[in-house]
């Protein structure tokens, strides 16, 4: 609870993926991949009541032996490649009942999350009266030096800028959602239905912990990190 008012944590995790089968049960560094997630929202001091959505038996019994509630079982038309994320929020609200001021969306394919970021991101949401905050990192590669392709393969600019830009100091800063942190205001979602708006604000994370795992590439590079932070 922050300010008096109730926050709900939601983990997503379906059991089909395709990049790295069977992803969000796979051991990390010693861990279950959703390990990682639900013990550091355990940690939060804000979130009164986190629990975990998915389609997947085995995810499930994984989830409550790391003791994350898993109140009921996702339907399998919401557990497809194409289902929006925001879905999987709205069926866990209705699937639970009750009032919850906040809700904090939290991806188990950021393992370098940490519960600092979670509750500076819910603490940083209310202090500056925002109905959303979405965590963000520094681009690593800049769209203003990006091109698309014509059909004789020439380069076309992606971006536009109006203006010759001929080294990495003159390019603007741009950020990229990380996946990491998602926190709204219960009844701005259920508005709007949706987390990024012209309303959204930033909440900047350093490239180290803004790693979001899709690739086996991923998966090998976060396990490094973490193996890293333990041997220090």
Same mark, same amino acid.
């Given at each position: ?24 049960? /796979? ?9 990682? *997630?639900? #013990? ?5 001091? %804000? ?5 975990? &959505? ?6 499930? #019994?994984?989830? #409550?032996?790391?003791?994350?509630? +898993? ?8 557990? $497809?490649?194409?289902? @929006? ?14 009032? %919850? ?12 999350? *940490? +519960? ?6 819910? /603490? %940083? ?9 979405? &965590? ?6 800049? @769209? ?6 014509? $059909?004789? $393969? ?13 080294? /990495? $100091?003159?390019? @603007?800063?741009?950020?990229? #959602?990380?996946?990491?942190? =998602?926190?709204?205001? *219960? ?12 309303? *959204? ?6 490239? !180290? &912990?803004?790693?979001?795992? !899709? ?5 090998? =590079? ?8 333990? &041997?220090?």
């Amino acid at each position: 609870m922050i300010n008096g008012r109730k926050v709900l944590g939601i983990i997503p995790a379906r059991g089909g993926s395709k990049g790295i089968p069977r992803k969000n049960i /796979r051991m990390l560094a010693g861990k279950p991949l959703i390990a990682w *997630t639900i #013990e550091e929202a355990h940690k939060s001091q %804000y979130i009164d009541r986190l629990i975990l &959505s998915t389609e997947d038996m085995e995810i499930k #019994e994984v989830a #409550e032996e790391w003791g994350c509630e +898993v109140p009921f079982v996702r339907p399998l038309e919401l557990a $497809q490649d194409d289902t @929006p994320g925001i879905d999987t929020v709205f069926h866990a609200l209705n699937a639970i009942g009750g009032e %919850y001021d906040y809700i904090v969306l939290l991806q188990p394919t950021s393992p370098l999350r *940490t +519960v600092d970021d979670i509750d500076d991101c819910i /603490r %940083y949401c209310c202090q500056e009266s925002a109905p959303v905050c979405v &965590s963000v990192t520094l681009a690593g590669h800049n @769209p203003y030096w990006m091109h698309k392709l014509n $059909q004789r $393969q020439r380069l076309i600019p992606l971006m536009i800028s109006g203006s010759s830009i001929d080294c /990495r $100091q003159s390019l @603007p800063l741009v950020y990229a #959602e990380n996946g990491a942190l =998602y926190v709204a205001q *219960t009844d701005y979602l259920l508005r709007n239905k949706c987390f990024i708006s012209k309303e *959204t604000l930033a909440y900047i994370m350093p490239a !180290d &912990s803004s790693w979001d795992i !899709d690739t086996e590439m991923d998966f090998l =590079y976060c396990e490094l990190l973490i193996n890293h932070k333990l &041997s220090t």
